[in-house]
């Protein structure tokens, strides 16, 4: 800015001669930041054509959605095999220690039980079923050890200190403070072990609060082999309770299983698996490589948008007496290099996580999976930036960011309106109905029924309730599927048609012209009108991809 003051006074204190080299710098200067412009908003195509400029940031990026893509294709079937590999061993010890395991789980437990005899039949199966686990067992599946020594299978009782019940004389005496009480067992001494703590297994059951074993074994998935990957070893933490606290007659129990995964310490594999190891690490070393290549290229641009705008700012500034309004300065602030960025980011991260599970010096499957599999959703979004150059295309995008600003509005009204609906039906209905049970499973209820998914099941399991709460059930389903689906979805639905009906309205008539748009075909009016202000506040989202009248051949797009 200091430069253009310069000028005006060197213009006004010059003579003719100084005044007409000033003025010819000065156009010299429009017209060198014009051209600027006009490449900075020209698609990679016309700045081929203009300055013979490889668009090297259009081929990064089909080069990372191919890597990227067959990388994350690579991780996900190797990923299948690891959560098979868990859910099958789940459903394996499920009917190994579970006696009359049907196996189907029931919404909080495997099976039950309501007798006392049935009750001991299923805990002395667990031990028994324990120590010939190797004669049982079809999978690489053994007991864990800690230095050489097994570790052993730990059993737990809780009951209450103290108590009296006499349910026909209505009488009780119950002394609410809770015991702990645990024995260890080694699976070779079985017999001995049983004989030798009976007095463990003598349990009043008006007092028990329940019973838990928990054990560890060890395993090998060697069904990684087949996708020429080295197998890992996993440590299995089972514990099965015997739950008792409702104290209804009925002893639930359950089998939960927590699964870690680490590389085995001794082993010796033939074949190929070893060698394609290594080559997955170089792939993996060469998506990071790409990335951190589209990263610097895309920061680059976003550096030279920023002096960019800087100059244009200045000059608009110092030549017409204004400021450049909020809606030219978005043109110049891309937000797909945001996107890129970050998935580029987030591919590095994933790709680095990958590594170290190959080399088995990490196991965060879940936390690598997430990485990739959003940097992998982002670059895909990020293709649409490269459709919208062309106008038969870019519908869509346009259409998003003219409804967005109204449609986060509208669902910020009517989610009050949800939430509602959602605590209510949580603490109505959720003593009477399983889909009403906790908060997160009444939302996803509540959604499915404004998306018209099972609604006749919904209604039909309240038909067995209480009068009272079955209308309940009644006017607070009825009026919320009338509401949402009639009204708020409607609703919902017309804000984004009105959106692409302006959309569709401005590319046949032409788009309103912004100041950036008036100084790029040389208007020299720039009037501060109720017009440019109502642009400004309403197109505000349009500016990014906005395209001028058919008779400019000048395409902004961020």
């Not at 948008?305 to 100059?311: D, G, I, P, T």
């Not at 689906?485 to 804000?495: D, E, H, K, R």
């Amino acid at each position: 800015m200091d430069n253009d003051t310069d000028f005006f006074v060197k213009y006004n204190e010059g003579t003719d001669s100084v005044r007409t080299t000033i003025t010819h710098d000065m156009a010299n200067e429009e017209d060198i930041l014009k051209d600027d412009l006009r490449y900075y908003f020209m698609n990679p195509c016309d700045k081929y054509r203009a300055r013979r400029q490889i668009p090297w940031k259009l081929g990064v990026q089909i080069l990372k959605i191919i890597m990227i893509t067959t990388q994350l294709v690579l991780f996900g079937l190797n990923n299948q095999l690891v959560v098979s590999y868990k859910e099958e061993n789940a459903l394996a010890f499920k009917n190994l220690f579970l006696k009359g395991y049907s196996g189907v789980d029931e919404s909080d437990y495997c099976v039950a039980v309501y007798s006392q005899e049935d009750f001991y039949d299923h805990l002395f199966y667990v031990f028994d079923q324990y120590r010939q686990l190797k004669n049982l067992t079809v999978g690489p599946v053994g007991y864990a050890e800690d230095d050489s020594k097994l570790v052993p299978l730990v059993i737990c009782k809780e009951h209450y200190k103290r108590g009296t019940v006499e349910p026909s004389d209505e009488f009780y005496d119950i002394d609410a403070q809770i015991e702990r009480v645990c024995l260890s067992l080694d699976p070779t001494s079985l017999d001995s072990w049983k004989t030798n703590n009976e007095s463990f297994f003598v349990l009043d059951f008006y007092r028990l609060i329940g019973v838990t074993i928990s054990f560890q074994l060890k395993g090998i998935n060697l069904q990684t082999v087949r996708s020429l990957e080295l197998p890992d070893c996993y440590t299995f933490f089972l514990t099965i309770t015997f739950d008792n606290h409702s104290h209804s007659g009925k002893i639930k129990i359950l089998l939960e299983i927590d699964a870690i995964s680490s590389a085995c310490k001794n082993w010796k594999i033939s074949g190929t698996a070893q060698k394609n190891t290594h080559y997955l690490l170089v792939f993996d070393g060469f998506v990071i490589l790409v990335c951190l290549t589209s990263a610097v290229l895309c920061t680059r641009s976003i550096v030279l948008a920023v002096k960019l705008l800087q100059r244009f700012s200045t000059f608009f500034h110092v030549h017409y007496k204004r400021k450049v309004c909020k809606a030219d300065q978005k043109e110049f602030f891309n937000g797909w290099y945001i996107l890129i960025i970050i998935s580029d980011i987030m591919a590095i991260v994933g790709s680095i996580l990958k590594m170290e599970i190959q080399s088995k010096s990490l196991t965060s499957y879940d936390v690598c999976s997430i990485f990739l599999g959003t940097s992998t959703l982002m670059v895909w979004v990020g293709v649409i930036r490269y459709l919208g150059y062309f106008q038969k295309y870019n519908v869509l995008i346009l259409t998003m960011k003219a409804a967005f600003p109204k449609v986060l509005r509208f669902c910020c009204c009517a989610g009050m309106i949800y939430l509602g609906y959602t605590f209510c039906g949580w603490i109505v209905l959720g003593p009477y109905h399983e889909k009403f049970e906790g908060l997160s499973r009444v939302a996803e209820c509540l959604f499915s029924l404004v998306n018209g998914d099972d609604m006749f099941a919904t209604f039909a399991q309240f038909q067995e309730m209480s009068v009272l709460v079955w209308v309940f059930s009644r006017v607070y389903l009825y009026s919320f599927i009338s509401l949402f689906i009639y009204m708020v979805l409607s609703l919902f639905i017309a804000l984004i048609t009105d959106a692409y009906e302006t959309i569709k309205n401005y590319q046949k008539t032409g788009f309103p012209v912004t100041d950036l748009q008036k100084f790029l075909k040389d208007h020299k009016d720039f009037p501060c009108s109720e017009d440019s202000r109502e642009l400004e506040r309403d197109c505000l989202f349009l500016c990014c991809c906005r395209r001028p009248p058919k008779d400019d051949d000048i395409l902004l797009i961020s």
